[in-house]
């Protein structure tokens, strides 16, 4: 795994937020809560969790990308569904009441796994967005039920990698994203075979391999909450 440091309250003005690097990926991650509900909601006391995924201009190469492109772009709306379905699955929406919690995420640099970091950060952002909202007396308590991460494996010629960077994401023959609870449970799980086909036996290794990275970077968001940090690297 590439070195990972987590950045808490980056934003000033968001009640939470987080700027988490993994390798040379940046993600900014800005979360907050708004009243209302998504109409399949009404008439419940149920919250809800969405997220907005969106890679700068020039965040991946020197060439510019068109931010029209990126505002419609499939693989966005794609990945703002990942995040908000992995942050919902370890949230007791029915602690947030009749509101509706959105996290931004911006891609600053891209060199793969940016979605992974992209989970990542946006917990980070919501853990302390509520916390800010108990001590200020709007929640009764943290609705967090689960500490969970991501990150991404897969197969570069031949050889199991863990945390793909862009150029082993390019060439690679697997490619699998995982999120998992601290509870070893599986929250998301892309499996895409690129460039070769593998028997199924070849899932749970990488499923495993990707366990124990997992289980680094929630220690490590365990200790920088116990521990107040601001600023932690591993």
């Known amino acids: 795994m590439r070195k990972i440091k987590i950045v808490r309250n980056y ?27 998504p109409p399949h909601l009404k008439g419940t ?21 068109s931010r029209q492109q990126q505002l419609t772009s499939g693989r966005s709306k794609e990945i703002s569904r990942i995040i908000g379905r992995s942050l919902r699955a370890v949230v007791n929406l029915d602690l947030l009441g009749p509101n509706t919690v959105v996290v931004d ?15 990542n950060g946006s917990f980070v952002a919501i853990y302390d967005l ?28 031949g050889k199991k990698v863990v945390d793909l960077s862009q150029k082993e994401d390019n060439n ?13 449970e599986l929250v998301e799980l892309q499996f895409t ?17 990707g366990w124990k990275s997992i289980k680094k970077i929630i220690r490590l968001e365990k200790k ?11």
């Open 45 to 65: 006391n149920s919250g809800w969790i969405t997220a907005e995924y969106f890679m700068l201009p020039q965040a991946s190469s020197q060439q510019r990308s």
């Open 193 to 209: 075979a690129e460039k070769k086909l593998y028997d199924i036996k070849l899932l749970n290794e990488l499923i495993l391999l």
């Open 11 to 37: 934003n000033k003005f968001a009640l939470g937020s987080c700027l988490f690097c993994m390798g040379d990926t940046q993600v900014l991650c800005n979360a907050t809560m708004q009243q209302g509900q």
């Open 130 to 157: 509520f916390q800010r909202l108990v001590s200020e007396g709007k929640l009764t308590q943290n609705p967090i039920t689960k500490f969970i991460a991501s990150i991404s494996v897969g197969v570069v010629n």
């Open 224 to 234: 920088m909450f116990n521990l107040d940090k601001s600023v932690i690297t591993l």
């Open 172 to 184: 690679a023959e697997v490619d699998t994203t995982i999120v998992m609870t601290e509870n070893k």
């Open 105 to 119: 995420c911006d891609v600053l640099q891209a060199d793969g796994g940016t979605r992974t970091a992209a989970i």
